[in-house]
């Protein structure tokens, strides 16, 4: 592969960081507005976010495509060595301890882009036949949706298992499955709900259900709405936002770095960055009428679009008071390592797929073949 070709500035999809690099830079202002040394800390993680963009973007997936159920295979592996030798931290297990060193890694993370890459592996290999797929080939798919799904619900981690199914799922809908599937699953769904509430929600889990649907919204809830209402319509100076400068809002720089946002810059400067995300999510799904006849291409583009349409949705609806309290990070915004070198994994992927997609017709690489 010629990684020096004049083709990769031809073929290479622009649009993405002209979106996804504001928004970066946003979040670093308003984390380092907070904290010097949780600055620092986004700097480093966003350089090793870079990095792993990178090494994604120049390796050769399609030519070591070969490798992907197996790579699935390991991080199964992780999810179940979880229960065994994982860390417990706030009464759940997910996360485990690399030999030797103090770090732990989250196996869960770890399974989002190979989750994606055997999606589109399998798809890739049997394409849908015109009018969908047919019960076989949908039970076969989803399976290897399922399984993860439960594992990691298990741990307990609700939230990414719930987020990972839907991507998996609506994925599906979107390459196309038979609609009688559909209607079948939508009625199994609706019956079962009262049965899956009583009998295999944690409390805890109940618990964020019922502060979602009492009238009164529970104290992060109500500080959150607090710092958008103090935000008006465009926003207050560091000084003034007196709650987060005064630590009323609970993990401003996390999972309500949103509502800082909207308190910072106001009403225009949330609508701003929700609309990079629509417009993200919007050229990433437009890209399906490109690649219509490259599934493996299509099914990575769509996995991606909704895992940022999910955590984004979530995220915003959450501070809001819409959605009940989980740890969905806001893609690229949100302060933390994990959530963010995940997505440039997620656009390493997309960019090779898209720039380097000359190579695989020049070469006559096929999936089928491997």
Known sequence: MKLFDRRILTHFDFVQPALILPIIAISFILVAEVSSFLA?????????????????????????????????????FLLLSVD???????????????????????????????FILML???????PPPKNGYKLKSFLKLSFYILLPFFLIAAEPDLGTATVLIIVGFGTLFIIGVNYKIWLSIFLVIAVSS?????????????????????????????????????????????????????????????????????????FIGGAFLL????????????????????????????CVALFIFIYTAVNVSMTIGFAPVVGIP?????????????????????????????????????????
């Open 120 to 126: 589109a592996y399998l798809i890739y290999r049997d």
């Open 40 to 76: 620092e800390k986004q700097l480093i993680y966003t350089l090793v976010g870079f990095l792993c963009f990178s090494f994604f973007f120049i390796l050769p997936i399609r030519k070591l495509a070969w490798l992907i159920p197996l790579l699935y295979w390991i991080n199964i």
């Open 84 to 114: 065994i030798f994982g860390v417990e931290k706030l009464g759940a297990k997910r996360w485990l301890e690399v030999p030797f060193t103090h770090f732990t890694i989250q196996p869960s993370e770890l399974l989002k882009p190979s």
């Open 275 to 302: 609309l990079l995300y629509m417009l993200l999510i919007f050229h990433l799904l437009s890209l399906n009428a490109k690649f219509k006849d490259d599934y493996f291409t299509r099914v990575a583009l769509n």
């Open 330 to 370: 806001l893609p690229f915004f949100s302060h933390g390592g994990s959530s963010f070198t995940t997505f440039m994994v997620f656009f390493g992927i997309l960019q090779h797929l898209i720039t380097f997609r000359y190579f695989a017709l020049d070469t006559k690489i096929r999936l089928k073949g491997a």
């Open 194 to 266: 009262p049965i899956i509430y009583t009998h295999f929600l944690k409390p805890y889990q109940k618990q964020r259900i019922h502060d979602f649907l009492a009238e009164k919204p529970s104290y992060q809830v109500q500080q959150s709405i607090i710092a958008i209402g103090n935000g008006g319509l465009k926003g207050k100076n560091s000084d003034e936002a007196t709650q987060t400068h005064f630590k009323f809002l609970p993990i401003s720089t996390s999972d309500f770095i949103f509502a800082y946002a909207v308190e910072r810059f106001g």
